[in-house]
């Protein structure tokens, strides 16, 4: 290594013997510590880059001394040697240094945030998430802060509906104060560190709060996948058929998913299952609850933390500053950090994923708990069947030639289906549905909108919406009768099972093996909420008789996930 070099990085006890005899001088114990320049004669003009081997040899090496006292050439390569270990030692030593600074910088400068939603706490703008008196904060300020809840977060546990989202999947109405790309950002490092997700997807709006590129988040860390609110689902369900199909719609996205969990959050239901798995799979590493917007993570994370803090003296002390719940969907504005856990590893509660896609980023805020179910669901069946056959306004041709209307967000044209197809919706029981003959549609969608088809709700919310811009055409094929032929599913709102034929409608069947198997209807929704067309779900004791289940290979019974209830 060439002696200027050298002398940057070294002390003059780390340099070769004959440069470091006058170290023992005070005088000169100074002048060793600083960069010497080197001068070098040479006949030629080359940079030391461009110079011959034998001129780069004469840089890089030691005076050659004269006499019986000049140091041989073993002895140069073996200063040479000494001198570059101790450069390297003291290189990597000042690395080491660097870093302890960089993390002590880190945790000095962290943001102090409210327990509730996970929004930097501040003293200045009242309306805004993160607020708290200046009173308050004073009193905190030195160990307190993560006891903290932010005036937002005390309103949202009253009740009061206070949106804080916008941009692209955020909410209209209310004030706005992150956009919806914001809050993603704040998950992007999860794909770069080792970690354990717990995926949360609300059954009753599987595909629309599914996380379909789940992947740009979570990376290639291991997925719990834990599906919410089960006790929603219709009265007389078996979970055994559910189980079965979310595995099957989960198979075909080839996630690294360990296992599948069902489970209510206000029951309980399946809470100690994803508990145990989380204990079992966590070896150290952070759990990062991930989901859609509103899709249940804080009520999940309250219902954890009851569960573990039987045998957990760390989830029992938790419990005390838990997230704040709240039907406002986009209520945690940040990650927050739980000690849940005594052997290693946070617990992070984190932003929800709003997606642009779900009927809730296109109502106003107002009406968003219209589209929250909170009670079990009963499907509502057109045609309606009496004992003498069809009732009411329907005829001998079934729904052929009529329009259903679920609420203003949803319009079904019957284009072509069999006499007997009937349609079962699946949502929010405070979404009205009236069915008109399709040529009178238009005129009573403009006429009723605000009031009887709501949301939205009024006048003057309906003189504001876009109507439903998106029309999808749709052909489903059966094999099948006597089973339901697919699900149209609404993102952010229920789902429709279509039947092509129900034996209680009474109509008769005396040519139905000549008649296509094919049925046609146009689905109208607002822009840009998604259609999904799905395998039906198994819901009611109906769903357990007619559900099927797909027979396994050996390969496939070994990687595929098991599910729990």
Request: proline share 6%; glycine share 8%.
């Amino acid at each position: 290594m060439a002696l200027k070099t050298l002398s940057t990085f070294l002390s003059p006890l780390s340099l070769p013997k004959h440069y470091t005899l006058s170290i023992f001088n005070p005088v000169s114990l100074n002048i060793y510590r600083k960069s010497t320049p080197l001068s070098c004669k040479s006949t030629h003009s080359h940079s030391p880059s461009q110079l011959p081997l034998s001129d780069t040899k004469l840089l890089s090496s030691e005076p050659e001394g004269t006499g019986a006292a000049s140091p041989t050439r073993g002895d140069r390569f073996l200063e040479r040697q000494q001198a570059d270990e101790a450069a390297k030692l003291l290189i990597k030593e000042i690395k080491k240094t660097k870093k302890k600074t960089k993390k002590v910088l880190k945790v000095n400068t962290a943001t102090a945030c409210c327990y509730g939603c996970g929004a930097p706490l501040q003293t200045s703008e009242v309306d805004a998430p993160g607020y708290v008196d200046m009173d308050t904060y004073e009193l905190k300020k030195h160990h307190q802060l993560r006891t903290i809840l932010c005036g937002r977060c005390r309103l949202l546990s009253h009740g009061h509906m206070i949106t804080a989202v916008g941009g692209n999947g955020g909410y209209s109405g209310g004030k706005q104060f992150v956009s919806a790309d914001e809050l993603r950002e704040k998950l992007s490092h999860l794909r770069h560190e080792k970690a354990l997700i717990v995926k949360l997807v609300d059954i009753v709006d599987f595909n629309g709060s599914f996380l379909s590129r789940v992947r740009d988040l979570a990376g290639a860390n291991p997925i719990i996948l834990v599906a919410t609110k089960v006790d929603l689902l219709p009265k007389g369900t078996d979970f055994n058929c559910v189980g079965d199909w979310v595995v099957e719609a989960i198979t075909k996205k080839k996630l690294n998913v360990l296992s599948v969990h069902l489970t209510s959050s206000k029951s309980l239901v399946g809470i100690a299952g994803v508990a145990s798995e989380i204990q079992k799979e966590k070896k150290g590493r952070d759990v990062y609850i991930l989901g859609s917007a509103n899709v249940g993570k804080s009520a999940f994370i309250s219902a954890l933390l009851k569960m573990m803090a039987q045998r957990d003296p760390a989830a029992a002390a938790a419990q005390k500053y838990k997230p704040i719940q709240s039907a406002v969907p986009g209520t945690t504005l940040g990650p927050i950090q739980i000690d849940a856990f005594l052997g290693g590893g946070k617990l992070y509660d984190t932003p929800g994923v709003h997606l642009h896609h779900r009927q809730a980023a296109v109502v106003h805020s107002e009406d968003l708990p219209i589209l929250a179910p909170q009670s079990r669901l009963r499907g509502q069946s057109f045609p309606v069947s009496s004992k003498n056959g069809m009732a009411g306004k329907f005829n001998s041709n079934g729904l052929n030639g009529f329009s259903i209307f679920w609420g203003g967000l949803v319009r079904i044209d019957v284009l072509k289906v069999l006499p007997e197809t009937c349609l079962t919706f699946y949502g929010p029981k405070k979404l009205p549905i009236h069915a008109v003959p399709t040529h009178e549609a238009d005129e009573f969608y403009k006429k009723e909108l605000g009031v009887l088809l709501t949301p939205p709700t009024g006048k003057d919310r309906a003189g504001e919406w876009r109507g439903l811009e998106t029309v999808q055409q749709l052909q489903i094929n059966f094999e099948d009768a006597e089973r339901p032929a697919s699900d149209v599913a609404i993102s952010g709102l229920g789902w429709i099972t279509i039947e092509p034929r129900r034996e209680s409608l009474g109509i008769s069947e005396s040519n139905f093996a000549e008649r296509t198997k094919e049925l046609h209807i146009a689905v109208h929704v607002p822009k840009p909420v998604e259609i999904f067309v799905r395998p039906s779900i198994p819901v009611g004791k109906a769903g357990a008789e007619w559900y099927q289940y797909r027979e396994l290979t050996e390969k496939e019974e070994e990687i595929r996930p098991k599910w729990y209830f």
